[in-house]
């Protein structure tokens, strides 16, 4: 049974896309999982870091897409959804320079008109809360189809809070928060922690044992800093963060770009590969459950 890790905040540019795909070739190349990357960013992202621009053009001509895969399950038209899935994607080879068992539903620009279409789709005289819930349900019911034949289902969240994005919320065994160590990422991550822990408000979160919470906080572009280690303490007072911090590097910068010619991890990540490691590190005792 996969386990399900969404990586999320509703805030944008902190880092979710890129954590995305170094957790993917790290479990997909060091662990030896099945992955998957569900794109549920219309900005694609993900995608285009996996596939290449012209990869992309060429899944979205195939419909296969999330996009796709969402209207057509609704339409009760999926029998086989490992159709809409692209094999063998990423541009990093293991060290018998194979490609790991990594694989994509790709992202597609139409997502958000989809989602409304769909909200449409069961808005029979039913009131809004009702249809909202029922449309994450039926999301989360299609996302649950891959459970089977993958190790490990990463989902890559559009910041602000889409239905898909809520439904990725709702499902994960695990919601990595990756922030920045700046005031504004604070807030935001009170708010997508009580949304992930349904809890009314700070204080009502607080009964919730740090050890029991269903996501954890990641510090993404630390500098170091008197003023950002004081926050990431503030963060991690209310939180729980991860051990791994991880700095601004051009190894992590570098990687949002696709090569066209496949490279070992080393080569793909460079002085970030030690980052990565120990993120991996701390992710994968989880898969356990
Ligand atoms: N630790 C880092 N060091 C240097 N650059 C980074 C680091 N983390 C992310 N970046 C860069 O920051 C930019 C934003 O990252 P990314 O797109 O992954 O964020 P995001 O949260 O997915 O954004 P969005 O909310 O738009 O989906 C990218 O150009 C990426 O290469
Ligand atoms: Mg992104």
């Keep these: 049974?996969?386990?399900?890790?969404?990586?999320?905040?509703?805030?944008?540019?902190?880092?979710?896309?890129?954590?995305?795909?170094?957790?993917?070739?790290?479990?997909?190349?060091?662990?030896?999982?099945?992955?998957?990357?569900?794109?549920?960013?219309s900005q694609c992202n993900a995608s285009m870091i996996m596939m290449g621009g012209e990869g992309w053009v060429t899944a979205r001509a195939a419909r296969r897409t999330v996009a796709d895969y969402f209207s057509?399950?609704?339409?009760?038209?999926?029998?086989?959804?490992?159709?809409?899935?692209?094999?063998?994607?990423?541009?990093?080879?293991?060290n018998s320079g194979r490609q790991p068992p990594l694989s994509i539903l790709p992202g597609s620009l139409l997502l958000d008109d989809v989602q409304g279409e769909l909200f449409?789709?069961?808005?029979?005289?039913?009131?809004?809360?009702?249809?909202?819930?029922?449309?994450?349900?039926?999301?989360?019911?299609?996302?649950?189809?891959?459970?089977?034949?993958?190790?490990?289902?990463i989902l890559d969240c559009a910041?602000?809070?889409?239905?898909?994005?809520?439904?990725?919320?709702?499902?994960?065994?695990k919601v990595v928060v990756p922030f920045r160590a700046d005031y504004v990422s604070l807030l935001a991550v009170d708010r997508v922690a009580l949304i992930i822990e349904e809890r009314r408000d700070l204080d009502d979160l607080a009964d919730v044992p740090l050890s029991r919470r269903r996501y954890a906080c990641l510090a993404n572009f630390?500098?170091?800093?008197?003023?950002?280690?004081?926050?990431?303490?503030?963060?991690?007072?209310?939180?729980?963060?991860?051990?791994?911090?991880?700095?601004?590097?051009?190894?992590?910068?570098?990687?949002f770009d696709w090569l066209a010619q496949s490279c070992s991890m080393d080569e793909k990540y460079g002085n970030a590969v030690g980052d990565l490691r120990s993120l991996y590190d701390e992710i994968l005792p989880l898969l356990k459950r």
């Design 1 to 41: 049974m996969a386990y399900f890790l969404a990586v999320a905040n509703r805030k944008g540019g902190v880092g979710k896309s890129t954590i995305t795909v170094m957790l993917a070739h790290a479990l997909s190349i060091w662990g030896g999982k099945r992955v998957l990357i569900i794109d549920l960013d």
């Design 72 to 94: 057509d399950s609704f339409s009760g038209k999926v029998s086989r959804p490992l159709n809409y899935v692209l094999d063998r994607v990423g541009d990093v080879h293991d």
């Design 120 to 153: 449409l789709m069961q808005a029979d005289n039913r009131v809004a809360s009702d249809i909202s819930v029922g449309l994450r349900e039926r999301l989360i019911d299609s996302m649950r189809r891959f459970e089977h034949d993958f190790d490990v289902v």
């Design 159 to 173: 910041p602000g809070l889409s239905f898909a994005a809520l439904a990725g919320l709702k499902m994960a065994d």
């Design 222 to 255: 630390v500098r170091d800093n008197g003023r950002e280690r004081l926050l990431i303490e503030e963060i991690g007072l209310a939180h729980p963060v991860f051990a791994t911090e991880l700095p601004q590097r051009d190894g992590i910068a570098n990687s």
